[in-house]
Each structure stands twice: as structure tokens, then as C-alpha cells.
């Protein structure tokens, strides 16, 4: 029998915009692919459904509130996750907030549970489209729970902006990745990104109002710092 039999966790949503009422997210996403997950080409927004600021989507494995400013559309909810994506202002700029869970295998201490994270990043990184140009990570059980900080900024050699073309530009990355705490043989990352020509000078508020807003049901919510 598959993972996903032995593991699918059902998420009920209850949003009125016409998502659909009832989703499943199995153990399809790899902690290889959420680690790289952001590293993805830009996401083209026209067609896809909009997302109102702020959109709550309860579940029994993890609560998503979409994020709360305007613009955002909603790109996947499927098996591995949730995926929100907005264009920018500037030409080829774009943003990303996304859920994913993984199977995670099991560590002894908040050493071992950083080192498999952030070794895992490193070993599977793209070093020919993606050159790290800064990279910092650190443990942390603020949620009371096993999480890991992570942040990195890229330079993109081959970011697509449509029309078949593309361009170099910078990506930036905030995530924070946790051994879910009743479920502990699984995972997820909370990711959010920016990809264009100059920095973003919100990234880390923007970012941390998407991760304070996605909570394990039954969980303390996260104090605001």
C-alpha cells in the first residue's frame, strides 16, 4: 500500500470563493522538492483564480491563512500542498507564499533535526541557474515544536518572465520548516519569496505575516514578535 494511503491528511476548506470545499494532502512532496520549491520558474498569474486578503483554509493537519494583502491568486492545492503567487510592479518581478509537507525521517536532537534540513538544501541546490549569495538558518522552538529558520538570497540566471524569455534577477527566500507535532513522521515548510531585479525591502515583515499565519490545529498560535 502506498504512502499516501497510510497518510493522507484530509483538509476541509471552507472559503465561499468557489475553491474547492475539500482537498487532500498526501506525502507527494519530497523534503528534496520543498527545499527547493522556490527555486521554480516565475509563476504566470493570468487565468488562475483569485484570492481575497486573507482567506482562511482550516484543515485538520494545518490551518492556511492566504496573505493578506491584494493581488494574490491561488496557483495549486493539491496532494503536496498550497501554492499563492502575485506579480510584482516591475518588469518580470513576482511573489510566492506556499505550504508543502514532506515525509520526514526521525532525529535525536535540535542538531540533527538542522543539519538534515539545511544539508539537504545545500546538497540539492541548483548551482548552475541559482548562485547563493547569502545564506543564514537557525533552529528555533518558538512554536513548541522542532522548526528551523531559514533564509537565502540567490542570484537567478535564468528566471523566466514570459514570452520564452529570461533574464537574470534576484530571488530571495524566508522559510521555516517544522516536524509537525502530532504527525511527526511528516513535515512542512512555510516559504515566501521574491523574484526581480533589486531587492525587496519588505520581504521579511511580508514573510513573517504569511508564517504567523499558517498554525497546526490545536496548536498555541505563535506569539507576534
Known amino acids: 500500500m502506498s504512502m499516501f494511503r497510510y497518510t493522507a491528511l484530509a483538509v476541509r476548506y471552507t472559503t465561499t470563493t468557489g475553491y474547492p470545499k475539500r482537498n487532500r494532502l498526501g506525502l507527494y512532496a519530497s523534503l528534496a522538492v520543498a527545499l527547493v520549491s522556490a527555486c521554480a520558474p516565475s509563476v504566470r498569474t493570468r487565468g488562475l483564480p483569485r484570492v481575497p486578503a486573507g482567506s482562511f483554509y482550516p484543515g485538520t493537519y494545518i490551518n492556511i491563512t492566504a496573505p493578506r494583502s491584494d493581488g494574490w491568486h491561488l496557483v495549486e492545492s493539491s496532494d503536496r500542498g498550497m ?29 540533527e533535526f538542522e543539519a538534515l534540513v539545511v544539508g539537504q538544501a545545500t546538497r540539492d541546490a541548483n548551482t548552475q541557474r541559482f548562485s547563493t549569495t547569502d545564506l543564514s538558518h537557525s533552529y528555533s522552538d518558538a512554536r513548541g515544536f522542532p522548526c528551523v529558520k531559514m533564509h537565502n538570497v540567490s542570484i537567478d540566471r535564468e528566471a523566466q518572465i514570459g514570452g520564452g524569455r529570461t533574464e537574470v534577477l534576484i530571488l530571495e527566500n524566508e522559510h521555516l520548516y517544522c516536524r509537525h507535532p502530532v504527525r511527526t513522521a511528516t513535515g512542512f515548510v512555510i516559504s515566501y519569496s521574491h523574484r526581480g531585479r533589486v531587492r525587496h525591502p519588505q520581504l521579511q515583515a511580508e514573510a513573517m505575516s504569511f508564517i504567523e499565519g499558517v498554525q497546526v490545529p490545536g496548536a498555541p498560535a505563535t506569539p507576534r514578535r
Open 83 to 111: 501554492t499563492f503567487a502575485r506579480s510584482g510592479t516591475a518588469s518580470g518581478e513576482s511573489f510566492t507564499a506556499q505550504v508543502l509537507i514532506f515525509p520526514l525521517e526521525p532525529t535525536s536532537s535540535p542538531e
